[in-house]
């Protein structure tokens, strides 16, 4: 995915450009395809460009509009029901008062034209723009979003009448959510249609429903972090879990063994949310996590992900080749997933055939012919490999490399002119080729067939909150900065705490990768029998940044902490 032209950048972005406060290259490098109008101005604070308040001063003077500080301003004075909710969430703005039909309309960037020809039409007011900054306007949206529906602790503790539900004894527990009227009792209903929305809100990737003896939890795991959301009663526990498994398909009856299933919750005509969903039965009930599954992920282009320049560059002149294998390496939980289809994303055009062998298919894109592995059945990675080399394709992905079988056959597909495209779990890329290598396939066929690897972690983004810390000189040498680093002309941010951020300092997360191209010499070393630490030497006299040095770059940038790096790259 190109970079967008200058002409494409917002009227803000130009604004910057002209009045020399952002390069062009900056300006593009922040803008984004996202529907969000607020993510341009967040991405310049989150680079260190800009700070909020100039900002602010700059839009509202470059544009003659009045500016405001949303902290001195009293949400309780805000005009009830001015613009529909949706919309003030769509488009991240908030009337702030009207006056015969004129409205005041608080938004970060007074340039964004359509946003004001829509609010003006849905209301019919003519609209006076205020510019205010972008973190605490997305706060107060958020706040205000919040306080339109009922929050989780009015439901669990008003709506759920113990008397209407009735208490739930140990021997009656198989037979309660026989009859379908008990597992659509309305308040369960609301409970776990609030949950599903407040988790994808929050930009949560899992929802965890935990029965234990004396009590019932539920917990969001947000970027990365498992963070407890409520405690409904105890006898909900069965009504709860039946809910989720009539609308993910599952057995409500069968409550002796593990099973996964599948929901989708339409938010709007253009935006719907898969959720994969896993029951496994504990010593005090069912235990459920919800897997969120954003198909809005794999759209978000390599731009948004992370990648240094070099690193993008690399990366698409390697998916550009028209054979070879791509590996993406990490633990479990580093975005292999979201990298794989955002590649996938980029190669999905009308003239290549693409094909995923997956376990399972966790984004729906149209366009890619996805498959489901089915152990059971006979469906392994490798059969379903077999099955694709007969169906013309251009383009191989492969779930995750498990066996020598799906290997061989990766590799045989890498070599006879198809890109192939796949995952391993090895803790950086030059021990990815020695996996490969202990696994059984030949040093010749590795060399001659894999292109790239990239090894990749998920870092903790600061908020718009951070804050500079003072860290001794001995504390950055220890973790990897060089002496030319240390000159000074760089200040490391730690975590601050505010409301959008909920106190953690923390809001999103960033790619750090290892991204190795296969260099004639790298793959002379995999013939010789090279192990991973002669590949390492190569790969960083080449110019390779291994993990932690990606990672206390974006330190120097001021996009994470260091002890954030160090959590997550230590090896």
């Not at 309305?186 to 249609?193: C, G, L, S």
Request: charged residues 25%.
């Amino acid at each position: 995915m190109s970079s967008p032209p200058s002409a494409a950048l917002s009227g803000l972005a130009r604004a910057f450009i002209q009045h020399g406060k952002l390069l062009e290259a900056e300006a593009i490098g922040c803008s984004s395809p996202s529907a969000n109008p607020n993510d341009f101005v967040i991405e310049v604070i989150n680079r260190g460009l800009m700070s909020a308040s100039d900002i602010a001063l700059f839009a509202a003077e470059t544009f003659g509009s009045p500016t405001l500080d949303l902290n001195a301003f009293d949400p309780a004075h805000l005009p009830a029901d001015a613009i529909d909710r949706k919309l003030m969430a769509k488009h991240q703005v908030v009337a702030l008062g009207r006056r015969g039909n004129r409205l005041s309309l608080a938004l970060a960037d007074p340039s964004n034209l359509r946003i004001l020809d829509e609010i003006r039409f849905q209301t019919g007011l003519a609209v006076d723009p205020v510019v205010v900054e972008a973190p605490k306007l997305i706060a107060l949206v958020e706040k205000l979003s919040e306080s339109t529906t009922t929050t989780l602790k009015d439901l669990t503790g008003e709506e759920f009448d113990m008397d209407l539900l009735g208490q739930v004894d140990g021997g009656e527990q198989a037979a309660q959510e026989d009859n379908a009227s008990e597992v659509d009792d309305a308040p369960v209903v609301r409970f776990i249609q609030k949950l599903l929305i407040d988790a994808i809100n929050e930009g949560a990737s899992d929802i965890h429903f935990e029965p234990y003896e004396k009590y019932y939890r539920i917990r969001f795991r947000t970027d990365g972090i498992l963070r407890e959301i409520a405690q409904p009663p105890l006898v909900l526990k069965e009504k709860i879990a039946a809910r989720i498994k009539v609308i993910s398909r599952l057995d409500i009856s069968e409550k002796r063994i593990p099973q996964d299933g599948r929901m989708k919750l339409v938010l709007s005509k253009n935006k719907a949310i898969d959720f994969r969903v896993s029951t496994l039965p504990t010593l005090h009930g069912e235990k459920i996590v919800m897997r969120i599954l954003d198909p809005s992920s794999a759209m978000l282009g390599v731009d948004a992900l992370g990648y240094e320049p070099e690193q993008k560059a690399a990366l698409i002149d390697a998916i550009e080749r028209p054979y070879g294998m791509i590996l993406v390496t990490g633990p479990t939980g580093s975005g292999k997933t979201v990298s794989l289809y955002t590649c996938l994303n980029m190669l999905n055009k009308a003239g290549v055939n693409i094909s995923t062998a997956e376990d399972p298919a966790e984004i729906n894109l149209p366009g890619i012919n996805q498959v489901n592995v089915n152990e059971k059945a006979g469906l392994t990675f490798s059969f379903a490999l077999r099955a694709f080399l007969r169906q013309d394709p251009d383009v191989i992905m492969v779930g995750e490399i498990r066996d020598l079988d799906t290997a061989e056959i990766s590799v045989k597909a890498a070599q006879t002119g198809h890109l192939v495209l796949s995952t391993l779990h090895t803790n950086d890329a030059p021990s990815t080729l020695e996996r490969l290598k202990n696994m059984g396939v030949a040093p010749f066929n590795i060399a001659s067939s894999v292109i790239m690897i990239t090894a990749q972690r998920l870092a903790r983004r600061l908020c718009t909150c951070k804050k500079p810390q003072d860290i001794p000189l001995e504390a950055l040498v220890s973790a990897g900065f060089a002496d030319t680093d240390l000159d000074g002309s760089w200040q490391p941010y730690g975590p601050g705490g505010c409301e959008r951020c909920k106190g953690s300092g923390y809001k999103g997360r960033v790619g750090i990768y290892q991204v190795m191209p296969i260099s004639e010499e790298i793959a002379r070393i995999i013939m010789t029998n090279g192990n991973s630490m002669d590949i390492a030497a190569q790969a960083q006299l080449e110019g390779v940044k291994d993990l932690r040095q990606s990672g206390l770059l974006k330190v120097k940038q001021g996009v994470t902490s260091l002890s954030e790096v160090l959590a997550c790259t230590n090896e």
